[in-house]
Each structure stands twice: as structure tokens, then as C-alpha cells.
């Protein structure tokens, strides 16, 4: 064998007990688990470890940066094997030559402007093809699979206008998101609080959400509201995913602003009747109460009409400047949830301006006047961290049976949330070993083996004989994420090595030189749902 693990705590991402077992791993693959007496070219005393499989980022946004950064440890660090892109119907691919320089504009605060990358690519399966030659044709650091970005669909078709889709350009709309299905996409994204997403009617994203159904993917909607109105947005989408008969899996599953504190079960049970009438669900959240965004996204719908040039006009422009004012402070933006926005809960985390960073990074506004200038300065680049969340409902949703774990994590900016280097450490160490809101074997299964089911791979996210090789080693008693608000970029400990088709991509602690992360394409075809 390559590789045998002696001793482990195997948790192998079912849910069910763990047990102890020595793993032996030939060609990528996990061959035989028991007591192994014979050893491999490596082997690895895992007395005092659990071993798990590698855990699956149900929501990225490491589009660029897996393409910049051959190193990636922020997640290889965190034990992710797999990231899924293409989040909030925002993304790179599919794309016309007008389309791409657009969206580089409209999502700079999440992956940089992008000046580092070179845009080689117009379709999904260019985008997938980029990175499985990588760095050199090594590959990437990590996994990644990819959602059809919705919101880039409607600009490739319709621009950034608020408009109905005619016949025509829905027909349009439907072929983009098939070939991107068709080129290995596992689903299609949406962001119904980002322009242009948030501008399709529920009968246009129906009749998409019927041509990934025809796929076997899954729907993966950022909603329209998680502040005012939030328990009607996911019944939209439970509605209109139901209709379509396509799978959902709901993005950053929260319950934020005032007036949704304790508000959690409601969610659930409004997700409980779904699913037992047959509904097939999932979800993913982060274990913090903050959220993270771009500050343009505040802005409401009609100030984003017509695309990033057109948004800054209006901030030039005193009367419209005052317009959006009005509707962000008084009237509650639809960027902005419907909440009137509380600008003492707006923290700038990222500007993509150095010169700007000593003025506002780590800060909060003080009003719509520094608001404006920094868009204005920065171009609509900066990205906040937005107080608004409430720990019980981060702790009731995390124990639901249809829960995974994705980080939304920005990489970008001075001072990025936690999240971004944190997510999975700290749902082991925080919410497993401090708290025991979940077991080990229920937390790894939220991050493991439920984010494979949703994605139907029918060889990861369990430690099975015969399935690859994505694997993780920590130590159950202090593994705990580094990374805080304060500090926000460190790494996390207890995560001694992680391994990719068994090759090492973090050992001893430390990130190797290993490229082992490809494309991970949708291949399978309609079939049981993953809560069935």
C-alpha cells in the first residue's frame, strides 16, 4: 500500500459511531480498513486522532483565488478537500467578452479586480478545464465543483436591467444554464438581493430551475430577504424549487436583524413540512453570527440598475445620491433586507485601495456621507462585515438533520471575517468539544457525507473502502480554529495532515508543495434525494 494510517478514531462522515482502525490507501483510493498488521511505503501513527473525510465547503468564494494562490491554505488548513463555486449567482463563467468585464467590476469585493488572472475562458467547462491545468498544469490546491451563476446568465442575456425576460431571451437563458450543466456543473446559483439575480420573477427562475432539475443538480438560491420578509423568501423558494421538481439547497441559512431573533424554529419547521411531504432539502451555514458582503449590495435594487458604471453616476449625482439615502436609512433598501440599515452595525473588512485601508479598514461608518465617499473612492470594491446575527438561531439551525457547513468565505480584503480560515475547525472545536451541541460523528457528517450526497459523488465524503482518498487527521481535544475577528488571517491548530486522492496536502501541520485538487464535475444523473 502507499499508505497506512494505524490506530485512527475513524468517523466516517455517516453519522454513525466511530470506531477504531488502521486505513491503508493505494492509488488514491481507500482499500482496506482493520487491523492492518502489514505496513505501507508510509504510514502514519494516528493513536489519539480522529479521521474523517475530507470536509466539503458547500459555499466559496475561491474562484480567483485557487487560480492565484497555489497554496490556498486557508482551506487546505481547515482539513476542505472540496470547495463548491460559482456561489450567489455571481461568476466568471458563462460569459461574453462584455459580460466578464462586468462582473470582474461588480464582484471585486469578493475575488479582487482579477488583473492577476488571465481570463482565458467563456464557458463552464473553460472555467473547469482552468483549473485542472493550473499553476503550471499541477492543478489546484483544493477540489472545487461549480454552480451556474444565475445572476451572470440574466447580465449575459438581458444586461442589467430590470425588465421581464421576453421568450426569447428566457430560451436564451435556459440554454446557458444546460451547457454549463452539460459541461459539469452541479447546479445553478442565485443572488435575489444582487443585481442583475434579483431582477428575475419567480416564474423565470421556475422555468430554470426545470432544465437543472432535468440534470440531477441542485438549486442554490441566496434569497431575496434575510431580514424583513425573510420566512416568506424561503417559502419562495421552497414553492418554486417544488414546482420546477429541482432539488434546493439554501445558501447561509440565517435568521439576521432584530426582528428575526429566536426566530429559527419557524425556519425549520417551515423546512420540516416541506420535507416531509416529500421535498428534497438541504442547507449550509456558518458557525458566526456576523455576515460578510460588498457595501454596493446595501444599495436598493434600482440604484444597481444597469451595472457598476451606472452605480456610481448616481453616487455622483447629488439628488440620487439622496435618493438612495433616503431608501437605505428610512424606507429599508431591498439590499438591505428591507431593514432600514444601522450604520453602527456596518464594520469596512477590505478596499482594494491601499491607500484608503488606514482610513477604513476595522472601522464602522458613521453615516451615509462616509458610505458614499468610500463607494465613490474605492469604486465599489469594499467589502463589511454586517453585526446583525443571533447565536441561538446560528445554534438551532446548525443541529438540523438537513445542515452542512459552508463558510462564505471572502477571501479578500485587510481584515476578512473569521469564517474564511475558521468555519470547520470551529464547528469541531467550539460547537463538538466546548458546547456539545453536536456530536463528532453528527458534525462530521454535516461536513462530510451530507455535502457529498447533495452533490451525488458517488466516491467522497465517506471513509469506505473504495471510495478516494480525500481524508482528514485531527485531534478531537484541541482542534479549534486560529482565526478571530481581530486577527482574522490564522490558521487553525489541531489539523495535523489532510490528503487528497492520498497525497499529502497538509502534513505535520504544515502545507506541502502538493497540487492535488481538480475540477469535480457533475457525472451522475437524476436520482434519490440525499435526505431519502
Not at 279 to 293: F, N, Q, R
Not at 326 to 345: F, I, K, N
Not at 467 to 496: C, K, M, S
Request: aromatic share 6%; proline share 6%; net charge negative.
Amino acid at each position: 500500500m502507499d499508505l497506512v494510517i494505524r490506530g485512527a478514531r475513524v468517523v466516517d462522515g455517516t453519522g454513525g459511531p466511530s470506531y477504531t482502525a488502521d486505513v491503508g490507501v493505494h492509488e488514491g483510493r481507500i482499500v482496506e480498513i482493520g487491523s492492518l498488521p502489514g505496513g505501507g511505503r508510509t504510514t502514519v501513527d494516528a493513536y489519539g486522532l480522529a479521521l474523517a473525510p475530507g470536509f466539503v465547503d458547500m459555499h466559496a468564494h475561491s474562484d480567483l483565488a485557487l487560480l492565484r494562490d497555489p497554496d490556498h491554505s486557508a482551506k487546505a488548513a481547515q482539513g476542505v478537500t472540496l470547495e463548491v463555486l460559482g456561489q450567489d449567482g455571481l461568476s466568471y463563467a458563462p460569459v461574453d467578452d462584455r459580460t466578464l468585464g462586468e462582473v470582474r467590476a461588480a464582484i471585486a469585493g469578493w475575488n479582487g479586480p482579477g488583473d492577476d488572472v488571465d481570463f482565458d475562458w467563456r464557458t463552464v467547462g473553460g472555467y473547469l478545464d482552468r483549473l485542472d491545468r493550473a499553476h503550471g498544469g499541477q492543478g489546484v490546491a483544493v477540489n472545487a465543483a461549480y454552480l451556474v451563476p444565475q445572476g451572470t446568465v440574466r447580465a449575459h442575456v438581458l444586461g442589467w436591467d430590470d425588465r421581464p425576460a421576453g421568450a426569447v431571451e428566457l430560451d436564451r437563458m435556459r440554454s446557458l444554464v444546460a451547457e454549463g450543466l452539460e459541461q459539469g456543473a452541479v447546479g445553478m446559483s442565485s443572488g435575489l438581493t444582487y443585481t442583475p439575480g434579483m431582477y428575475a420573477s419567480g416564474a423565470e427562475l421556475t422555468e430554470l430551475c426545470r432544465v437543472v432539475a432535468s440534470y440531477g443538480g441542485y438549486y442554490c438560491p441566496h434569497h431575496r430577504s434575510y431580514g424583513h420578509g425573510a420566512l416568506a423568501a424561503y417559502a419562495e423558494m421552497v414553492a418554486l424549487t417544488r414546482e420546477a421538481g429541482c432539488a434546493l439547497h439554501l445558501a447561509h441559512a440565517t435568521m439576521n436583524f432584530g426582528e428575526n431573533e429566536g426566530r429559527a424554529p419557524e425556519l425549520l419547521a417551515l423546512l420540516d413540512a416541506a420535507l416531509a411531504d416529500g421535498a428534497d432539502i438541504t442547507l449550509d451555514s456558518y458557525p458566526y453570527t456576523p455576515g460578510c458582503t460588498t457595501l454596493v449590495a446595501l444599495l436598493p435594487s434600482w440604484a444597481n440598475e444597469g451595472g457598476p458604471e451606472a452605480v456610481l453616476a448616481r453616487l455622483r449625482d447629488d439628488a440620487e445620491a439622496e435618493r438612495i439615502r433616503y431608501a437605505l436609512e428610512v424606507e429599508g433598501a431591498d439590499g438591505c433586507h428591507g431593514v432600514p440599515v444601522d450604520w453602527s452595525t456596518i464594520e469596512i473588512s477590505g478596499v482594494s485601495d491601499p491607500g484608503l485601508a488606514a482610513a477604513y479598514v476595522g472601522r464602522r461608518l458613521n453615516g451615509w456621507d462616509g458610505a458614499r465617499r468610500l463607494l465613490l473612492g474605492d469604486r465599489l470594491a469594499p467589502t463589511i462585515l454586517q453585526h446583525v446575527g443571533h447565536e441561538e438561531n446560528v445554534r438551532a439551525i446548525m443541529r438540523h438533520p438537513a445542515h452542512t457547513g459552508g463558510s462564505d468565505g471572502i477571501l479578500r480584503g485587510a481584515k476578512p471575517h473569521p469564517r474564511a480560515y475558521g468555519t470547520f475547525p470551529h464547528y469541531l472545536g467550539r460547537y463538538v468539544r466546548e458546547l456539545g451541541l453536536l456530536t463528532l460523528e453528527e458534525c462530521v457528517a454535516h461536513l462530510a457525507g451530507r455535502p457529498a450526497a447533495r452533490l451525488r459523488l458517488p466516491d467522497r465524503g465517506l471513509v469506505r473502502e473504495g471510495f478516494r482518498a480525500d481524508l482528514v487527521l485531527f485531534d478531537p481535544d484541541t482542534v479549534a480554529a486560529g482565526a478571530d475577528y481581530e486577527n482574522p488571517r490564522v490558521l487553525p491548530t489541531g489539523i495535523p495532515h489532510v490528503l487528497i486522492d492520498g497525497r499529502f496536502v497538509m502534513r505535520d501541520g504544515r502545507r506541502t508543495d502538493v497540487l492535488a485538487g481538480r475540477s469535480v464535475r457533475r457525472t451522475a444523473p437524476p436520482g434519490p434525494a440525499p435526505n431519502g
